[in-house]
């Protein structure tokens, strides 16, 4: 039972390049949820995607976008990188956008510098 | 605005010990709250979740509490092995209208747990 998975699992950007964060959700999955974990802090809500619309969006900046595809994978963009950007970015799936176990992929590590 | 707190950034406790972890919550709108564990290098992994609707649930070595009235809610490990060593999060839903919901993490619990 393939897990929800993300890659790349590292990445270095300089400030105010673009990048680009995937998502395949655990296998059964139909919803994808994005957070954003800076160090010594819990996760943060980017937004939601669930039958490829973004459903629910944090306090994120419009800098902050994503997609769903039919196969329920997703990717995260971020625009114009800051060094604040610097951070885990977790993907998180379940089964329906209102249900209430998320479960969560192994990150990707963002160093903007 | 925190609206999950978890006051204690670490915790530690012998091996066979009762690990107790703790969180509070302001928002009375919370209609599910989960546990996380994370090692290090890894995402968060689903723990034990409770309804607020119940005041416990319990699940193998594993128990949640939850104190409505004092909007806490508390983790006990019981006993505590070295393999539970790892950040633990407490998470609140937040439902939105229609089917939407997102979590709200805490800035969770670093366990040591000492053989």
């Known amino acids: 039972d393939a897990g929800v998975t993300q890659s790349p699992t590292h990445l270095i950007k300089t400030r105010g390049q673009q990048v680009t964060l995937r998502c395949s959700p655990k296998s059964g999955h139909d919803t994808v949820s994005w957070y954003q974990q800076a160090l010594g802090q819990g996760p943060q809500f980017i937004f939601q995607?669930?039958?490829?619309?973004?459903?629910q969006r944090g306090n994120f900046p419009d800098r902050f976008s994503g997609h769903q595809f039919p196969n329920y994978s997703s990717e995260l963009n971020v625009n114009a990188l800051l060094l604040g950007d610097s951070a885990l970015y977790l993907c998180a799936s379940s089964l329906g956008a209102g249900a209430y176990e998320q479960y969560f992929g192994p990150g990707t590590r963002l160093t903007v510098t | 605005d925190q609206q999950v707190k978890q006051n204690s950034p670490s915790l530690s406790v012998q091996e066979g010990r009762i690990s107790i972890l703790n969180c509070d919550y302001t928002n009375s709108m919370f209609d599910y709250f989960l546990w996380y564990k994370k090692y290090p290098a890894e995402g968060p992994t689903f723990l034990i979740s409770i309804s607020s609707i119940k005041d416990k649930n319990e699940d193998g070595r594993f128990t949640v509490f939850l104190n409505k009235s004092a909007k806490h809610l508390s983790l006990h490990i019981v006993p505590s092995q070295p393999g539970d060593s790892a950040v633990y999060f407490c998470a609140a839903r937040a439902r939105y209208g229609g089917a939407t919901n997102k979590l709200i993490f805490g800035t969770g619990t670093l366990l040591a747990v000492q053989p």
């Open positions: 995607y669930y039958e490829e619309e973004e459903r």
